[in-house]
């Protein structure tokens, strides 16, 4: 087994669920759907991000048959994102490094798009057992039965409840970079970025470039051994570049960037107009006395991402928790299978690591899915995995020094006050889940049932992150003894028409 810190088995995991029975009969609460014959698909792939687009270049140009999800118009994912039909790019510094390194991959899967079926604008809202899969495409709900799966979801940005948080002109890094990149739009005109990580300074860049005014730059993460950092960036050039270059950034925007510092508080009325930001210490509690007041209309929150996990959830994969890399991810073998049959998944789905480490785990899914399927010998996959296991093996190094500075500490998640809202699609305040608490709820999904807490349209993203930690913190227990939301279909909001067409599942 190759080293790897994802893998370690002496981290806390969720019980392994495959067998379990629910309300139903099925496992998973549903049978088989379609009523009918359903299409088989040799290897399906969910997600045209750095690993989907990886996975299916590989296993292409060894023979297998493939089939690509996605939900967006174009390939590309969150960063390497395309311009909408009706945008054209006159200078492509403007979008910066991972634009420019996303048109490589972009050309490399052109080059096999013919060879695969390419559906966009799919959304995946069930997986089942008997290996069948449920998407909707326009109008169209589909089932389909897949030999071998790569579930390749990404992640989403990190949601931090805190006072004024769902204000107007409150956005999420990404989001913000979304309309910077892509839109071509800026998101306000005096704008606070507070988060931690690398995201921040290119997100500083993007705006600059674009015209628009960083007032400041929060980073809540601090360097404790800059020879350590040094040491991990050592043969990593391409990062240690772009690095420098938002650094470079940054000062010659002259852009404020406070170290050791978070958001406490947004305030305005009926929009933001103020942001209250104050020094930390080493759990990210702020220091009594360092508050300062800044005059702004946006705030750009930028504190990490979590692992989008629900459809491997769903896949009864057994995961574990392991916060330095965003939360529960799915345990995976050196060749990313997880521990269901014929399923593998790669990319930050399966814990943050960035573009370049996702890449890396797209490419060898996608070889050992074609040895699996007979189209390598174990020797030749071997020889064409070895590359990208190479170059994983330093960006992992360098990924965990950055992870252990980045990674959400305590206070972050004591900064919501008891009317602070915590799920906002139901608009439930910290206080009624401390109440939901004291009337004997014990986990997430008693709370979810006593208050529909994560029923809404997100489905529980926006809130079980935050969720966990604070009743961990209202137990005085760890977060991995919080046992996660139980995943159920759709996992996306779908038209209710969709589910009337698969009567089985209305009958779980």
Same mark, same amino acid.
């Given at each position: ?6 893998? +370690? ?52 140009? *060894? ?40 048109? #490589? /991959? ?8 013919? #060879? ?35 579930? $390749? ?47 921040? /300074? ?18 809540? &993460? ?9 040491? *991990? ?5 391409? /990062? ?40 930390? %210490? ?14 702004? %209309? ?82 030749? $996959? ?5 590359? +990208?296991?190479?170059?994983? $093996? ?59 807490? &994560? ?41 209710? *028409? ?11």
């Amino acid at each position: 087994m190759h080293d790897d810190h994802r893998r +370690s088995p002496e981290h806390p995991r969720l019980p392994d669920t495959r067998n379990a029975r629910m309300p139903g009969g099925d496992p998973g609460g549903a049978g088989p759907i379609g009523g009918g014959k359903v299409k088989e698909i040799e290897l399906m792939i969910l997600g045209s991000g750095p690993a989907g687009l990886a996975a299916a270049i590989e296993a292409v140009r *060894a023979g297998a048959s493939v089939t690509l999800l996605d939900e967006n118009e174009k390939p590309g994912g969150q960063i390497y994102r395309q311009l909408a039909a009706g945008y054209q790019v006159t200078d492509p510094g403007t979008l910066g490094r991972d634009y420019l390194r996303g048109q #490589k /991959l972009l050309a490399e899967f052109d080059s096999i798009r013919l #060879k695969i079926d390419y559906l966009d604008q799919a959304l995946v809202w069930g997986i089942f057992p008997d290996r069948e899969l449920a998407f909707l495409r326009g109008e169209e709900s589909q089932s389909v039965r897949y030999r071998k799966l790569i579930i $390749a979801a990404g992640a989403y940005d990190r949601p931090v409840p805190f006072p004024g948080w769902t204000l107007p002109g409150v956005f999420t890094a990404g989001g913000a970079q979304r309309m910077v990149k892509i839109q071509r739009v800026l998101p306000g005109e005096s704008i606070l970025l507070a988060g931690t990580g690398p995201l921040q /300074l290119a997100l500083a860049n993007q705006i600059a470039k674009a015209g628009g005014h960083v007032a400041a730059i929060v980073e809540a &993460g601090r360097i404790d051994s800059w020879p350590r950092l040094l040491g *991990a960036t050592w043969g990593q050039w391409q /990062l240690l570049s772009d690095a420098m270059h938002y650094l470079m950034g940054v000062r010659l925007a002259r852009i404020p960037l406070w170290r050791k510092h978070i958001i406490v508080e947004a305030r305005g009325d009926g929009k933001v107009e103020e942001a209250v930001v104050a020094e930390v %210490d080493r759990s990210w509690r702020p220091k009594p006395g360092t508050e300062r007041t800044l005059s702004v %209309d946006t705030i750009c929150i930028g504190y990490g991402f979590v692992p989008s996990t629900e459809l491997t959830r769903m896949a009864r994969c057994e995961h574990r928790y392991e916060p330095l890399l965003g939360g529960w991810i799915p345990v995976l073998s050196e060749d990313m299978q997880t521990s269901v049959s014929d399923i593998y998944s790669a990319g930050d789905c399966t814990g943050i690591a960035g573009s370049m480490v996702a890449l890396e785990e797209g490419r060898i899914a996608g070889i050992d899915a074609a040895r699996s399927l007979g189209y390598l010998s174990p020797e030749e $996959a071997a020889k064409r995995a070895e590359p +990208s296991r190479k170059r994983l $093996a330093g960006l992992k190094r360098l990924r965990r020094v950055l992870d252990e500075i980045s990674m959400p500490r305590p206070g972050l998640y004591e900064l919501a006050k008891d009317d602070t809202i915590v799920c906002r699609c139901e608009e439930l305040t910290l206080a009624e889940i401390r109440e939901a608490l004291q009337n004997g709820a014990t986990d997430m999904n008693e709370i979810k049932r006593m208050t529909r807490m &994560g029923m809404g349209n997100c489905q529980g993203r926006m809130c079980a992150p935050a969720l966990q930690e604070i009743i961990a913190r209202e137990k005085r227990v760890p977060a991995s003894d919080i046992v996660y939301l139980n995943p159920r279909p759709p996992v996306k909001p779908i038209p209710l *028409a969709v589910l009337a067409e698969h009567k089985e599942l209305l009958d779980t």
